[in-house]
T-cell receptor
């Protein structure tokens, strides 16, 4: 989706390292979401934010952190406490009564 | 019982076939139903969005919702090789917690030329 930019496309993490995934949107939507997708699994919600400076845990928040300092940005940090971080991470935005729209994801792997 | 069940396939059909993809669910509070298409190494793309029971058609795609049976379907007519992808169903409740989508695991479809 052209209005949602996730970077980088691929990311490698060393043991004990924190890494941050970027999600930026120019759609002026209030709500932003982070999901994790594993092979053969549905999408699982990590964190979501419905307004600037506020966010809530999803179903699998342990080992992750987020911030929402600007409406257009919702970065996700995968901390060293997340013991199984290898996955495809998807950012979504929602607004105007429409369903969620997704970015093209970041694939995180362990070195 | 999982909230949303979706046969993972894989499903392989010849070009031009009619494809039927299905999900069942257990939570009667679900009111909004979506189908997303996901190409390999890409994010899900919204295909269809329906509210409550009934049918919705968009080109070669038809979405059906049967709330009495807790069953949703996506039909693809005249399937094309470019339809080869994983199809995810998703649904959500109306009301206070209406932010959250619950996804099926996805069905992998291959359309052979």
């Amino acid at each position: 989706d052209g209005g949602i930019t996730q970077s980088p496309k691929y990311l490698f993490r060393k043991e004990g390292q924190n890494v941050t995934l970027s999600c930026e949107q120019n759609l002026n939507h209030d709500a932003m979401y982070w999901y994790r997708q594993d092979p053969g699994q549905g999408l699982r919600l990590i964190y979501y934010s419905q307004i600037v400076n506020d966010f809530q845990k999803g179903d699998i928040a342990e080992g992750y952190s987020v911030s929402r300092e600007k409406k257009e940005s919702f970065p996700l940090t995968v901390t060293s406490a997340q013991k199984n971080p290898t996955a495809f991470y998807l950012c979504a935005v929602q607004g105007g009564g429409q369903p969620q729209h997704f970015g093209d994801g970041t694939r995180l792997s362990i070195l | 019982q999982k909230e949303v069940e979706q046969d993972p396939g894989p499903l392989s059909v010849p070009e031009g076939a009619i494809v039927s993809l299905n999900c069942t669910y257990s939570n009667s509070a679900f009111q909004y139903f979506m189908w997303y298409r996901q190409y390999s190494r890409k994010g899900p793309e919204l295909l269809m969005y329906t509210y409550s029971s009934g049918n919705k058609e968009d080109g070669r795609f038809t979405a059906q919702v049967d709330k009495s049976s807790k069953y949703i379907s996506l039909f693809i007519r005249d399937s094309q090789p470019s339809d080869s992808a994983t199809y995810l169903c998703a649904m959500k409740r109306s009301g206070g917690s209406n932010y959250k989508l619950t996804f099926g695991k996805g069905t992998l479809l291959t359309v052979n030329p």
